[in-house]
């Protein structure tokens, strides 16, 4: 079944700086999900990612998706404080047309003045 | 719209003692889930349905058992509470087999003593 690995799992970084988060999967997916969470608070969908090679963009957030090497990617450009969340990716196990979803452990993300 | 909603937001449970908790939605979605998270762990799915009357296991069913007896809700019961699911537990819909999001309530935090 699907395993899905998220790294790094803490990050913590500078306004104004750059970082990637990298979400690898075990088997073949044809969809990635980005979500993300703040402190005490529910998941909220971020980016839905359809296909090999899908880019979307949200403010200072860019996710991107290569279903060949089974990774998604989630920039993050000029970090800002508001930015400090959890951020999860998921994907469907597969078979069946249930929407199932099977998540990453999370990458904690803290943006530091 | 309200959404997803969950009742109750917390609760505190001696070993034992059974509970149910409630996940309601009002938009006229066909799948539900049930996830626990715990830290360091993400989410992990409890059981989910896709459609009234239904119900399927997921990765953690043990010690959980749910009903979906009308469309909008999904309800989760523990029949004897052991501290291991001490945890927060979200409910999540969608409403299509196709590539939707799913949408999270507020959760749940339960602790068993």
């Known amino acids: 079944e699907l395993k899905v690995e998220q790294n790094p799992l803490f990050l913590s970084m500078q306004e104004g700086k750059n970082y990637t988060i990298y979400c690898n999967y075990s088997?073949?997916?044809?969809?990635l999900y980005w979500y993300r969470q703040d402190p005490g608070k529910s998941l909220e969908s971020l980016f839905v990612?359809?296909?090999?090679?899908a880019v979307k963009q949200e403010g200072r957030l860019m996710a991107s998706l290569d279903t060949k090497a089974r990774l998604s990617t989630l920039h993050i450009t000029a970090a800002v404080h508001d930015l400090s969340a959890t951020y999860f990716c998921?994907?469907?196990?597969?078979?069946?047309?249930?929407?199932?979803?099977?998540f990453g452990t999370g990458t904690l993300l803290a943006v530091q003045p | 719209n309200a959404g997803v909603t969950q009742t109750p937001k917390f609760r505190v449970l001696k070993t034992g003692q059974s509970m149910t908790l409630l996940c309601a939605q009002d938009m006229n979605h066909e799948y539900m889930y049930w996830y626990r998270q715990d830290p360091g762990m993400g989410l992990r799915l409890i059981h989910y349905s896709v459609g009234e009357g239904t119900t399927a296991k997921g990765e953690v069913p043990d010690g959980y058992n749910v009903s979906r007896l009308k469309k909008q809700n999904f309800l989760l019961g523990l029949e004897s509470a052991a501290p291991s699911q001490t945890s927060v537990y979200f409910c999540?819909?969608?409403?299509?087999?196709?590539?939707?999001?799913?949408?999270f309530g507020p959760g749940t935090r339960l602790t068993v003593l």
């Open positions: 999540a819909s969608t409403h299509t087999a196709g590539y939707n999001e799913q949408f």
């Open positions: 990612l359809l296909s090999n090679g």
């Open positions: 088997t073949t997916s044809d969809r």
């Open positions: 998921a994907g469907p196990p597969g078979g069946g047309a249930t929407n199932k979803l099977i």
